[in-house]
């Protein structure tokens, strides 16, 4: 068995350290971090980097997740099993990207404190909720056993492109650590005209990060699933300035 991590809570503070401290308390499981360095409360970064991480992973791997603004309020907090993993986080879209290639087969709110650790607080979620449950999933504790059923969660939604007669609008939603320019483009007409960012013209597609001129701008299909806008060797984000949210433009 595998638990697999995804968190915002960066290396600094020993959150990650206490996290990993209870699972390995209740059971001596394997575990696997697959990334503490979300940016601070944003979900749909979580979402976006779990959903091109998780199908890498062995079947039956349990994925702890928390990206989580809001801790402490009503939120819930959730397991999802599907017929190859197991997924255990807040209910606020940062598993659902992930799911919509899974076949779910339960999603039961976590509302069992036998599980839980003890705590004076209601800040940190991640150690006294969602590691305990965790572990005891990796013991093989049926997922019944820690609340009660719900239907659906909750979703993250990405921009979906604008598709008009004679050019497409997308927009940049993510940027990873090469500056490379996220965005919200799965597919291109067969045979464009010209693209552009920001008021900047985009040269073409490439296929790999050495073609192209330095300092031009061009596209690739990236490992996200989605169209990057990239600079041959260089950040694209800081050479133009790019932010979330800038418009794409391809014109047919």
């Known amino acids: 068995m595998l638990i697999a991590l995804l968190t915002d809570f960066g290396l600094k503070d020993g959150f990650v350290g206490s996290v990993k401290g209870v699972i390995k308390s209740i059971n001596n499981v394997d575990i696997i971090d697959i990334t503490h360095e979300i940016s601070s409360f944003d979900v749909l970064e ?33 397991v999802v099993r599907t017929n190859n993993y197991t997924f255990v986080a807040p209910d606020n879209g940062l598993i659902s990207l992930a799911l919509e290639d899974e076949n779910i087969e339960k999603i039961i709110k976590i509302e069992n404190r036998d599980f839980f650790l003890p705590s004076d607080t209601n800040t940190f979620h991640g150690r006294d909720i969602f590691a305990p449950v965790a572990a005891y999933l990796s013991l093989g504790i049926p997922v019944e056993s820690f609340g009660t059923e719900l239907k659906n969660i909750k979703k993250i939604e990405i921009p979906e492109p604008i598709n008009y ?24 007409p067969s045979a464009f005209k010209k693209a552009s960012v920001a008021n900047t013209p985009i040269k073409g597609v490439i296929n790999s990060f050495l073609e192209g001129e330095k300092g031009k701008l061009y596209l690739i299909k990236g490992s996200f699933g989605f169209y990057e806008i990239v600079s041959p060797l260089e950040s694209a984000k800081d050479k133009f300035n790019l932010k979330i949210g800038d418009k794409i433009y391809i014109e047919k």
């Open 46 to 78: 979580g979402a976006l980097i779990l959903s091109a991480s998780y199908k890498y992973f062995p079947k039956y791997t349990i994925f702890l997740c928390v990206v989580d603004p809001g801790v402490g309020t009503n939120r819930n907090a959730i």
């Open 165 to 188: 007669s004679n050019y497409i609008e997308g927009q940049i939603i993510k940027f990873d650590k090469f500056g490379n320019a996220i965005t919200n483009l799965k597919t291109l």
